[in-house]
């Protein structure tokens, strides 16, 4: 297990999440600039900027700027800025709650409104003329509204990050991030739509309703087993694809991450043994998205332990898992289901794993501890014993992030004017995301690509759009008034 001294050097890595900015009053000594940046080093924080905003004869104001690793050591090292002779912290503003002071995102005109006749064509009496055209021709909406380009990220905040059922308002931040996702990766609007209510039916009507607006659903944050019935419900209600990225968006990171580990250990999947902790929405789909794509030896474990057919204390879901899962019969606990596995995949509950387990892995062992912000094992111990590790931290190499598919698949979702989601598609969107890395770039460090990779959403859109099959195009009246 991890030593006390070596856990608390690695929890001193710093974070741009916990970053801060302290306005200082100080001397006029030409020391105190180093003296500054020296206490902040030895508090364990990153100086990333340091400013002097004004200057007095008997006074400077600095603003001193820092990453720290999370919020109590950020306020340890303004106490120790304090400890300084003739130094005043004033004021400490926290940098990530500056950049959400009147939210992340916003709504702007795409046509100008600079006269009447501006006016009279984006609106009355132009609007109407459009609008009647649309009634007559209602297949034509998606190509004179935004709604060929919108999505709406539905969430009832019962499952936000992981913090859990923190309600729709708390929520607001996080589906504002993932708007502002959409927007940066596909140019895709997509709105927060965040429900004060955990009853499904409700859920679902709502969507229901909204629905005209919108050309895709994308569910976020919905605790489990909840989320799997809203998500069946809306497809089988709605025209437009319905999206549950916690599910489906990890399933098909991993599986393009896994593609490239197996590829560079030179494993075919249907040989792979593989181990899923956490039976949740997303153990869920990465297990029926590996068994589609050619998996075969594929083994639950939640806190039931492993998840075997024979065992008749099960729970609906976990019977459901099982019954599709563990075709050699294991039983026993998380550490009896490594043995041999030559794949742990972790998207349950941090720290439940030792990093000496690893050694009674596979010959060459492929670790990807998901569980944010922290994982199931010691990410920093992981690397030193598996010979490909993943997490879903920023701070190690090969971080699954669903930003790698999710603006990708809605793009050719509705480019396509796709009315579903399919399996195909989800494996097509796997594949494209892990041909992006080359066999010249394939190493231990990089089985994944970055989510700022150039044209990943435009790879992945291509994907999916293959897969709808193309209809006849059919003209309206209203479409061929822009023709």
């Not at 109407?128 to 919108?150: C, M, W, Y």
């Not at 949740?280 to 589609?292: D, E, H, K, N, P």
């Not at 065992?311 to 026993?332: C, H, I, M, V, Y």
């Not at 796997?430 to 959403?457: C, G, H, K, R």
């Amino acid at each position: 297990m991890t030593s006390v001294s070596e856990s608390k050097n690695r929890a001193r890595a710093t974070a741009a999440s916990y970053s801060i900015t302290m306005r200082i009053h100080a001397g006029t000594d030409p020391a105190v600039i180093g003296a500054l940046a020296m206490k902040v080093a030895d508090g364990g924080g990153i100086t990333t900027a340091l400013d002097i905003v004004d200057s007095h004869p008997d006074r400077l104001v600095i603003d001193l700027t820092c990453s720290a690793s999370n919020a109590d050591h950020a306020g340890e090292i303004v106490d120790a800025v304090e400890t300084l002779e003739g130094v005043h912290v004033h004021k400490v503003s926290d940098r990530v709650f500056l950049l959400h002071l009147g939210g992340k995102i916003s709504v702007e005109s795409k046509v100008p409104m600079r006269n009447r006749q501006d006016l009279a064509m984006a609106y009355t009496p132009g609007v109407g003329r459009v609008s009647q055209a649309l009634f007559e021709h209602p297949e034509d909406v998606g190509r004179l509204t935004i709604k060929g380009n919108s999505v709406a990220v539905v969430t009832d905040g019962t499952a936000v990050l992981g913090l859990g059922d923190i309600g729709p308002m708390a929520a607001l931040p996080v589906m504002e991030g993932k708007a502002a996702l959409f927007k940066r990766f596909a140019d895709i609007d997509a709105w927060p739509i965040c429900l004060d209510t955990k009853d499904v039916d409700e859920i679902v009507r709502t969507v229901e309703l909204i629905a005209p607006g919108f050309g895709g659903i994308n569910l976020e944050d919905i605790s489990s087993p909840r989320c799997f019935e809203v998500e069946a419900k809306l497809r089988e209600r709605l025209s437009i694809p319905v999206f549950h990225d916690d599910q489906h968006g990890t399933a098909i990171v991993v599986l393009a991450a896994l593609t490239n580990a197996l590829r560079l250990i030179d494993k075919p999947l249907p040989d792979a043994k593989i181990l899923v902790s956490g039976g949740g929405a997303a153990g869920s789909a990465i297990v029926q998205l590996l068994l589609a794509a050619g998996a075969v030896d594929v083994t639950v474990s939640d806190r039931a332990g492993l998840l075997n057919k024979a065992d008749d204390t099960l729970t609906p879901a976990w019977k459901s898992l099982a019954e599709k899962t563990n075709p050699r019969g294991l039983t026993g606990t998380l550490r009896h289901g490594l043995q041999g596995a030559d794949v742990f995949i972790g998207v349950s509950a941090p720290n439940i794993m030792d990093a000496d387990w690893i050694d009674e892995m596979g010959e060459k062992p492929i670790v990807f501890a998901l569980a944010n912000p922290d994982p199931e094992v010691d990410i920093y111990l992981a690397t030193q014993k598996a010979t490909v590790t993943a997490s879903g931290r920023s701070d190690y190499p090969n971080q699954i992030n669903n930003v790698l598919a999710f603006p990708g698949v809605f793009r050719g979702l509705l480019d396509a004017r796709a009315t579903d989601v399919t399996t195909e598609m989800l494996i097509k969107a796997a594949e494209a995301i892990a041909s992006v890395v080359t066999d010249e770039q394939l190493n231990a460090n990089y089985i994944i690509p970055s989510v700022f990779q150039p044209d990943m959403a435009k790879t992945v859109a291509k994907a999916i759009v293959d897969c709808v099959p193309k209809a006849p195009a059919a003209k309206s009246a209203a479409t061929s008034a822009i023709d």
